[in-house]
Each structure stands twice: as structure tokens, then as C-alpha cells.
Nanobody, 114 residues
């Protein structure tokens, strides 16, 4: 069972940037697709970006052109570069496979506010 630990969140002003990291306790090489999800309190968790083992990426319309997902199989890491952040990006961000077959980590809080 792979365990996932997210980091890199924080408080940032609108228009700012953050880079989230996800460390996996085991190899992610065999995981076909990985993803970043986010959840606002009281709302369902949503997928914002995914990346296949071959590097193909998909993004939710709300983040397209602003977020970039990447993965480093050799380091068992996944990343989410977030630029031009908006207040509506405020959420707890999680990483997981796609579909989300592993237990959820604690996530990392991203708050976009002036």
C-alpha cells in the first residue's frame, strides 16, 4: 500500500504561485495515472489535474493554463505548479492515483487571499 504525503501549501496573495509536492512511500512507476485533487470544506473532493505514466496531462477547466502537473518516477514524487492563483483555488490539496485507490493523506492547505 502506497502512502502519500503532500506538502508545499500556504498563504499566498491572488496572482501568486505555489509548488505542491507529493512524496510516495513506494514506487509510483507502476501507477498508470496520478492526480491532484482538492476539497473545500462542505464540498466534494474534485480532480484538478492528472498525469499518465507516459506524461500525458489533463486539467480541469478551472485551472487549465495556470496549473502544471508533473511526476518524477525515479524519486517517487509528484508535483503541482500553481500560478496566477485565485481566491477560488483556496482548498486542501491531495494527491492520489487516478482513480483514487490509495488512502488519502492529510493534504496541504492552500489559501489565496489578500
Amino acid at each position: 500500500q502506497v502512502q502519500l504525503v503532500e506538502s508545499g501549501g500556504g498563504l499566498v496573495q491572488p496572482g501568486g504561485s505555489l509548488r505542491l509536492s507529493c512524496a510516495a512511500s513506494g514506487s509510483i512507476t507502476s501507477i498508470n495515472a496520478m492526480g491532484w485533487y482538492r476539497q473545500v470544506s462542505g464540498r466534494a473532493r474534485e480532480l484538478v489535474a492528472s498525469i499518465s505514466s507516459g506524461g500525458s496531462t489533463n486539467y480541469a477547466d478551472s485551472v487549465k493554463g495556470r496549473f502544471t502537473i508533473s511526476r518524477d518516477n525515479a524519486k517517487n514524487m509528484q508535483y503541482l505548479q500553481m500560478n496566477s492563483l485565485k481566491p477560488e483555488d483556496t482548498a486542501v490539496y491531495y494527491c492520489n492515483a487516478r482513480p483514487a485507490i490509495y488512502s488519502w493523506g492529510q493534504g496541504t492547505q492552500v489559501t489565496v487571499s489578500s
